[in-house]
């Protein structure tokens, strides 16, 4: 069940919009954060600086997180998550890229990703992502116990 935000670290502002648009078709609504970098997102994960009230900055029950990022990549910002010695670990992470190439993939899960989705190339494919996202990830899946 749906246990708190989504975040999605996302820089581009086109897909950004995308995946907004399709999280809003479905119903019930789903929180959502969006943070633009890698640096920004172990910030907000970490409950460091402007993100240290967790009653206004959450943690999220999963992340969307892509590779390409500024700052920090979606590798070292899972690297960095799976490193924590809190509950932060068991943090459920989800790669959504557009990179399809194995050696990302093979990548995301030696680093501890739970799932690599590689974003769709038209809306009609994103809606059905994100409602089966939504369906497994907050719906079905049982999640860890997290910081909060």
Same mark, same amino acid.
């Given at each position: 069940m749906i246990d708190g935000p989504v975040l999605l670290v996302?820089?581009?502002? *086109?897909? &950004?919009?995308?995946?907004?648009?399709?999280?809003?078709?479905? @119903?019930? &609504? +789903?929180?959502?954060?969006?943070?633009?970098?890698?640096?920004?997102? +172990?910030?907000?994960?970490?409950?460091?600086?402007?993100?240290?009230n967790r009653s206004v900055h959450p943690v999220p029950c999963v992340v969307l997180l892509d590779i390409k990022l500024p700052r920090r990549s979606g590798f070292e910002?899972?690297?960095?998550?799976?490193?924590?010695? *809190?509950?932060? @670990?068991?943090?459920?992470?989800i790669m959504l890229t557009s990179s399809a190439h194995q050696a990302d993939v093979n990548k995301a899960y030696e680093l501890g990703v739970n799932?690599?989705?590689? @974003?769709? *190339?038209?809306? *009609?494919?994103?809606?059905?992502?994100v409602s089966t996202f939504r369906n497994y990830w907050l719906e079905l899946n049982e999640g860890p116990n997290l910081p909060g």
């Amino acid at each position: 069940m749906i246990d708190g935000p989504v975040l999605l670290v996302e820089d581009d502002v *086109s897909d &950004f919009r995308l995946i907004q648009r399709a999280f809003a078709k479905i @119903k019930p &609504f +789903v929180p959502m954060l969006r943070l633009t970098h890698g640096d920004e997102a +172990v910030e907000y994960l970490a409950g460091d600086g402007p993100y240290e009230n967790r009653s206004v900055h959450p943690v999220p029950c999963v992340v969307l997180l892509d590779i390409k990022l500024p700052r920090r990549s979606g590798f070292e910002v899972l690297e960095w998550i799976r490193a924590q010695e *809190s509950e932060l @670990k068991r943090l459920p992470i989800i790669m959504l890229t557009s990179s399809a190439h194995q050696a990302d993939v093979n990548k995301a899960y030696e680093l501890g990703v739970n799932s690599y989705l590689v @974003k769709p *190339s038209n809306n *009609s494919e994103l809606e059905q992502l994100v409602s089966t996202f939504r369906n497994y990830w907050l719906e079905l899946n049982e999640g860890p116990n997290l910081p909060g």
